[in-house]
């Protein structure tokens, strides 16, 4: 072995599930695409996912552009329930609340179309989203309230804050992908 080599650790269950001990409250629930004989039906939403049992009342989606990331952002009431519609993101939530058993924890998560995966975010876990593929990705948001234009249940902090114990890298493993794909020709 070459010096300096580190060894992987398991990254899922025997079952292909996502294996990582979440943020208490965060829900993570993989998705399976229902091949048909014209095409895929993959759910979005569905109540029995959502433990907090609340209703949608809002629904938008956010474009993310190829190795954007956005973040931090967090909300005081509001539940975000986050579906990738098209591509590759990867997110990262931070427990920011000081009374959660999980406070000061980091989860991060790669979800896209490839393997759909509904997040529920509750609030005080501040989180960002990073672009790691050469296409635009979408995310849709079934968030629990809707935005209020006066008064929005929003707060943000720099993607490079010393708040939060998480350091955004500036390129996307996509993009290394394609630059040494590149080199190669």
């Known amino acids: 072995m070459i010096e300096g080599a580190v060894k992987d650790g398991p990254l899922n269950t025997a079952e292909w599930q996502m294996l990582q001990e979440p943020i208490a409250g965060l829900c993570v629930r993989e998705i399976l695409h229902v091949p048909r004989d014209h095409g895929i039906i993959t ?12 209703p949608v009342v809002h629904a938008y989606q956010s474009r ?12 005081a009431d509001n539940f975000d329930r986050l579906f990738v519609n098209q591509g590759l993101v990867k997110l990262v939530a931070y427990d920011g609340r000081e009374d959660s058993a999980t406070y000061g924890r980091v989860s991060e998560y790669r979800i896209g179309d490839h393997r759909p ?19 635009d990705a979408l995310v849709i948001n079934f968030s629990s309230s809707a935005y209020d234009y006066a008064n929005p249940d929003h707060y943000r902090l720099p993607q490079d804050t010393d708040a939060i ?9 996509s993009a290394d992908a394609i630059e040494r794909r590149r080199k190669l020709t």
């Not at 759910?43 to 609340?54: A, C, K, Q």
């Not at 509750?122 to 296409?135: K, Y």
């Not at 114990?165 to 493993?173: T, V």
């Open 165 to 173: 114990p998480y350091q955004w890298s500036s390129r996307s493993h």
């Open 117 to 135: 995966t509904f997040v529920v975010l509750p609030p005080g876990v501040w989180h960002g989203l990073q672009n790691l593929a050469p296409v």
């Open 43 to 54: 759910e979005l939403y569905r109540p029995d996912w959502d433990p907090t049992g609340l």
């Open 64 to 75: 993310l552009f190829p190795g954007a990331i956005g973040a931090w952002s967090c909300h």
